[in-house]
């Protein structure tokens, strides 16, 4: 049977997967420059016979690899990047490998492969069975900062799939029913006069104190938003000398709203503030558009036919070393801490002990907005997207720290990053075969959930920004 040939694939490549995944930690690239990532990838795509494409998407390290053809087409999401300033080594105290270097503490290195191995399983199967269909992988830079995945979709790169697998390395398994926020990163460029600070401030034209007034605006501003966006600024050229009138200075915003349009109405007014600065100042100003994200919308009736594969995927077999290094890794957290996450999982303190969660959950649903922000949020407007998460660290670890870069270089975070590929290529399987009835259901309730909006892309004129934040 399929399912049984998907798990057979994946034992079988365990070894060479879990290698090429721990490789990429260990060479960890920022957004848009995880060339070697994503040459990794590409070439173990092309060596199984999948339709290659690569770079996409004006930008220098997306891919895409495709089998198959016609009805139904289904997606897999990868994901390349790491975070700068995250290095770390496999040990339960901070210690980076390159100070101040790279590290994937958002465990972008083990969503990449995950989604490839479901991807080549799927293929393999399909190979075997004749089965139609089209299934994609999708290598998507820049997740943590420009937004890879908003480049491909202006492309119209995910236009005809049916639906999206994506998931994430997390401390538990769940199918995540939350939305994300929206988003726009953008820079503000205020250029004025520049002159002698001491002789001649007269005849000077204060790029910086545009970006100060700007601030005051924008703070003034804060309270007349709604409460649950977000403002979050800072600045990025300030001049260079205290005896120069800077002539130039930079100050880079984020905003974040539930919703794209709430993002959009505040950006309008936030633009507004700076022309006001710009006036007050003599100066002018200019926007440089960095990122765009839309809130992520969820989507239950592919989540339920995911759930159903989660739960029935079978726990992996740790080693004492592996078991030893996440009990270690949870005891770096404080009391209270474990506390307030049991609360959240609704967990038992000794289940946060054992480290891990032994039972998949449904997280949240579509009335609740989590904080951050992904460029998933982009595919999941054009196309039914699911959001699952499979343990690849202990419960009490949260991306973006140096335990979660610990955590996602060990061995045991490859053997989560596995189920991950299992889970996804059994549930695609699914939809090709007998459960093609979620595909029209998925797509009506995201037509339901758009509300009349359609997807807008980014500007056409937009380029991938290559800075590192
Ligand atoms: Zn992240
Ligand atoms: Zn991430």
Excluded at 219 to 246: C, K, M, Q, S, W
């Amino acid at each position: 049977m399929g399912k049984d040939r998907i798990h057979f694939y994946i034992e079988q490549h365990r070894a060479a997967l879990e290698t090429m995944a721990l490789d990429i930690w260990a060479h960890p690239e920022g957004g848009f420059q995880e060339k070697r990532t994503a040459q990794i990838q590409a070439e173990y795509l092309k060596r199984l016979g999948a339709q290659v494409s690569f770079p996409v998407a004006c930008a220098p390290t997306a891919l895409v690899a495709q089998y198959g053809s016609g009805f139904p087409v289904v997606g897999f999401l990868g994901e390349l990047d790491a975070l700068p300033g995250q290095s770390q080594k496999v040990c339960a105290y901070q210690e980076p490998a390159e100070k101040g270097g790279y590290g994937h503490a958002c465990g972008h290195h083990l969503l990449g492969v995950g989604s490839l191995a479901g991807f080549a399983a799927l293929m393999e199967v399909m190979r075997e069975e004749k089965i139609p269909g089209t299934i994609r992988y999708y290598g998507c830079p820049a997740e943590e900062s420009f937004g890879g995945k908003t480049f491909m979709a202006r492309d119209g790169l995910f236009d005809d799939l049916d639906c999206c697998m994506n998931w994430h390395p997390s401390g538990e398994d769940s199918v995540a029913l939350t939305q994300s926020s929206a988003f726009e990163l953008m820079e503000f460029h205020f250029h004025g006069v520049e002159a002698h600070a001491a002789m001649n401030p007269h005849m000077g034209r204060s790029a910086l104190d545009a970006v100060e007034l700007m601030n005051v605006g924008a703070n003034y501003l804060r309270e007349h938003i709604i409460p649950a966006a977000r403002l979050h600024y800072f600045i990025t050229d300030g001049g260079r000398a205290v005896n120069v009138v800077p002539g130039n200075a930079a100050v880079r915003y984020a905003v974040r709203a539930p919703q794209i349009h709430q993002v959009q109405e505040i950006v309008e007014r936030l633009v507004s503030v700076a022309q006001g600065a710009a006036m007050m100042t003599g100066t002018t100003v200019e926007k440089k558009v960095m990122s765009i994200y839309h809130n992520r919308l969820p989507n239950n009736a592919l989540s339920d036919l995911v759930y159903e594969n989660l739960a029935h995927c079978p726990w992996p077999k740790y080693t004492t070393e592996e078991l030893e290094l996440f009990r270690a890794l949870s005891a770096t957290y404080s009391p209270s801490l474990v506390e307030e996450r049991c609360k959240t999982l609704g967990a038992a303190k000794d289940e946060l002990w054992n480290s891990l969660l032994r039972r998949p959950i449904r997280k949240g649903n579509k009335s609740i907005t989590v904080g951050g922000s992904t460029d998933v949020g982009d595919v999941s407007w054009i196309t039914p997207t699911v959001n699952l998460t499979v343990t690849c660290c202990p419960i009490m670890v949260d991306g973006h720290s140096w335990q979660a870069c610990a955590a996602y270089g060990s061995t045991a975070a490859a053997k989560g990053m596995t189920r991950a590929a299992q889970v996804m290529a059994w549930s695609a399987y699914d939809l090709l075969t007998t459960r093609q009835d979620v595909l029209g259901k998925a797509k009506k309730e995201l037509q339901q959930d758009r509300n009349g909006r359609s997807y807008t892309p980014i500007p056409q004129d937009m380029l991938p920004s290559f800075d590192n934040l």
